[in-house]
């Protein structure tokens, strides 16, 4: 069974800083890693895919990184609209599929 | 435009059974998988299972196994989740959400979710 963490659980940053966000998968998952957002009472919405390949719509700066177990989501500049819970999901095992528990950023 | 639109909130007793429903609009249904996830209150998000629309096969995540079951109607666009012998556990909001349905790819599109209240 393939877990997923992520560190650190909560971060606390302020408009204009750069939050930097890590995934860790406990097996070999390629580049099979997606990150998402999720805002109070809202679906996730699909931000990374392919570890570093952004989905449609998604600003510059969101970028990602990393490749086989270590990943990294990088904010550029957090503008206020992107404090909110972010998780990493692996998807190398299709069609079974691990989020990780998420990384609260907030103000 | 690519939507999901799920069936609205459910109260049941421990014990029951719950069927949400998640219907799909502005693609072709049958070329792409469906996902449920949910998500406990304040909790993270939990995948549930997979289907192919294309030719019905299934994936349940291990320790729904036995509880879960997936389908679809090609006819209607709409995939469905049937939860058994629900327990107060199971309160969470349901989601169903698209994948590319035959190669490994991520969830693109999600529904609104459906919240399932489990309480005596």
């Known amino acids: 069974e393939i877990v997923m963490t992520q560190s650190p659980a909560t971060l606390s940053v302020s408009p204009g800083d750069r939050a930097t966000l890590s995934c860790r998968a406990s097996q070999y998952i390629s580049n099979n890693l997606a990150w998402y957002q999720q805002k109070p009472g809202q679906a996730p919405r699909l931000l990374i895919y392919?570890?570093?390949s952004r989905a449609t719509g998604i600003p510059a700066r969101f970028s990602g990184s990393g490749s086989g177990t270590e990943f990294t989501l990088t904010i550029s500049s957090l503008q206020s609209e992107d404090f909110a819970v972010y998780y990493c999901q692996e998807y190398n095992y299709w069609p079974s599929f691990t989020f990780g528990p998420g990384t609260k950023v907030d103000i | 435009q690519v939507q999901l639109v799920q069936s609205g909130g459910e109260v049941k007793k421990p014990g029951a059974s719950v069927k949400v429903s998640c219907k799909a609009s502005?693609?072709?249904?049958?070329?792409?998988?469906i996902n449920w996830v949910r998500q406990a209150p304040g909790q993270g998000l939990e995948w549930m299972g997979w289907i192919s629309v294309y030719n019905g096969n299934t994936n349940y995540a291990p320790r729904l196994q036995g509880r879960v079951t997936m389908t679809t109607d090609t006819s209607t666009s709409t995939a469905y989740m049937e939860l058994r012998s629900l327990r107060f556990d199971d309160t969470a909001v349901y989601y169903c959400?698209?994948?590319?349905?035959?190669?490994?790819?991520?969830?693109?599109?999600w529904g609104q979710g459906t919240l399932v209240t489990v309480s005596s």
């Open positions: 502005g693609y072709r249904f049958t070329k792409f998988g």
């Open positions: 392919g570890a570093s």
């Open positions: 959400a698209r994948d590319y349905g035959d190669i490994p790819t991520p969830f693109d599109y």
